[in-house]
């Protein structure tokens, strides 16, 4: 039985990841070396633009990536392995000073709950949204539709 519980305790410890984190963009970390993409959330790109409710232009992606530095703020960030990281992506649920970084990243408005992957962080989501925060204050393209307009004009540029 002891033998067991070191072997399920093994196995979880090397879905773990902990240590300082360097914030790549919104929704991406690294932690000891390795990107991780915080799990469940879709933040908007860090090229990517957004227009408050007056019609002002702003860097909304660089904002959801000052944000989430902010929150780290140079904190022991833990990661919990999950599937839904996409190809050759690791995908974790990271929390520093125990808070969960994408529900926080949510209910702020700098991200999407990823819906396709997990309904863990509709709530917070949809809060952010009841109270216009972040993205939610104007208007915004979904992050997944700006990278997939980005990807069309780079291919027809190539032609």
């Given at each position: 039985m002891?033998?067991?519980?070191l072997?399920?305790g093994?196995?979880?410890?090397?879905?773990?990841?902990s240590g300082p984190?360097?914030?790549i963009?919104?929704?991406?970390?690294?932690v000891?070396?390795?990107?991780i993409?915080?799990?469940?959330?879709?933040?908007p790109?860090?090229?990517?633009s957004?227009?408050t409710?007056?019609?002002?232009?702003?860097?909304?992606?660089r904002?959801?990536e000052?944000?989430l530095?902010?929150?780290i703020?140079?904190?022991?960030?833990?990661?919990e392995?999950?599937?839904g990281?996409?190809?050759?992506?690791?995908?974790?649920?990271c929390?520093v000073h125990?808070?969960?970084?994408s529900?926080?990243?949510?209910?702020?408005g700098?991200?999407?709950?990823?819906?396709h992957?997990?309904?863990?962080y509709?709530?917070?989501?949809?809060?952010?949204?009841?109270t216009r925060?972040?993205?939610?204050?104007?208007?915004?393209e979904?992050?997944a539709d700006?990278r997939q307009?980005?990807?069309?004009?780079e291919?027809?540029a190539?032609?």
């Amino acid at each position: 039985m002891l033998a067991l519980l070191l072997l399920c305790g093994s196995a979880a410890a090397a879905g773990t990841i902990s240590g300082p984190a360097t914030v790549i963009d919104g929704d991406t970390i690294e932690v000891q070396g390795t990107r991780i993409h915080l799990y469940g959330i879709d933040a908007p790109e860090t090229a990517q633009s957004c227009e408050t409710a007056s019609g002002l232009e702003y860097r909304c992606g660089r904002e959801a990536e000052q944000a989430l530095r902010a929150r780290i703020a140079g904190g022991v960030v833990t990661c919990e392995r999950r599937e839904g990281g996409g190809a050759g992506r690791v995908a974790g649920v990271c929390h520093v000073h125990g808070e969960d970084l994408s529900a926080w990243m949510a209910a702020q408005g700098h991200a999407l709950a990823s819906r396709h992957v997990t309904a863990s962080y509709v709530r917070q989501e949809g809060q952010a949204w009841a109270t216009r925060r972040g993205i939610w204050a104007g208007t915004f393209e979904k992050p997944a539709d700006w990278r997939q307009d980005r990807r069309r004009v780079e291919a027809s540029a190539a032609d």
